[in-house]
């Protein structure tokens, strides 16, 4: 897949949410959010929206909406982040483990952390992880 250069009206248009793209040489987007806590991105994403411009190769951030009573429900988020066959997925903390597990079984490629330097658990990076996308 050849992907071109991305202009602003070629990404989704969120609010709230601060979201960097980046464009990684020979393997395609990507995404570096924060906690999103309104949501995953990606499920925000109308269906179809990005097809055939972006290629998706890594998600490091929030990746489910764990605490938001207005997103959508974690299955259907879970099913759109798998849809995208992302390479690669870091998840921040806020993600939390339950749906970490849920990416696991469902055969997702979640990378894990050392659980050091303050951070909780070995199920995602944390403090002082280094991921290579």
Do not use: W
């Not at 938001?68 to 806020?94: D, I, T, W, Y």
């Not at 597990?101 to 997702?108: D, H, S």
């Amino acid at each position: 897949m050849r992907l071109r250069h991305l202009r602003p009206a070629d990404l989704p248009q969120d609010h709230g949410e601060q979201v960097l793209y980046v464009n990684v040489a020979g393997k395609g987007i990507v995404t570096i959010t924060g906690c999103c806590h309104p949501g995953a991105r990606a499920a925000r994403i109308r269906e179809g929206e990005l097809r055939g411009i972006l290629r998706f190769h890594g998600v490091y951030g929030g990746c489910t909406s764990r605490r938001s009573r207005s997103g959508p429900p974690q299955e259907e988020v879970l099913e759109k982040l798998q849809a995208f066959k992302v390479r690669k997925f870091a998840c921040n903390h806020c993600t939390g483990e339950t749906a970490v597990r849920k990416m696991r079984e469902r055969g997702m490629p979640v990378a894990g952390g050392t659980a050091r330097h303050g951070s909780k658990s070995v199920l995602y990076p944390g403090n002082g992880d280094t991921i290579d996308f």
